[in-house]
């Protein structure tokens, strides 16, 4: 028995030794052996496994499937009001990086700064300050239905 045979038969299939010696000169151009069917329960014909019946489930839908988290680095108001739009209509949290805004159009770095304020005094939208630096200034927006918890 060579080592193929040991390992066929380790998976479970039969090895004939009398079926592989009459084929191995058939078969000696491609090198492989030839083996039977591999074992199979010999109880499986008669007590077969019921099929489930799928006709019964219920599938479970939840309200929103996932929450899209969108990065947006603003540069006109038209981004803002996308962003405003992502956290009142979409119900998506937002990560905003408004460095460009502050840096380049301090009018409408203030601007978004009052249309976040009002989103919080009137949608409940909540908005928690995660990185200010020369670089950046990350601001997490949510609505009011993804809370925002900060833990020092």
Excluded at 49 to 66: A, G
Excluded at 124 to 133: D, F, K, M, N
């Amino acid at each position: 028995m060579n080592f193929m045979d040991t390992i066929k038969k380790s998976l479970g299939f039969e090895v004939d030794e009398d079926f592989r010696h009459q084929n191995r000169a058939a078969n000696s151009n491609n090198g492989f052996s030839n083996f039977t069917k591999p074992r199979q329960n010999p109880n499986f014909r008669n007590n077969p496994r019921p099929r489930p019946d799928f006709d019964d489930v219920e599938p479970i839908i939840p309200e929103q499937s996932f929450y899209e988290i969108v990065l947006i680095r603003p540069k006109t108001i038209d981004d803002i009001n996308y962003v405003v739009d992502q956290v009142l209509e979409e119900k998506n949290p937002v990560l905003l990086d408004l460095s460009f805004l502050e840096s380049e159009s301090p009018a409408n770095f203030k601007l978004a700064g009052e249309k976040i304020k009002q989103m919080r005094t009137r949608y409940g939208a909540q908005a928690l300050l995660l990185s200010r630096s020369s670089e950046k200034n990350l601001i997490i927006l949510s609505p009011k239905k993804v809370r925002l918890v900060k833990k020092n």
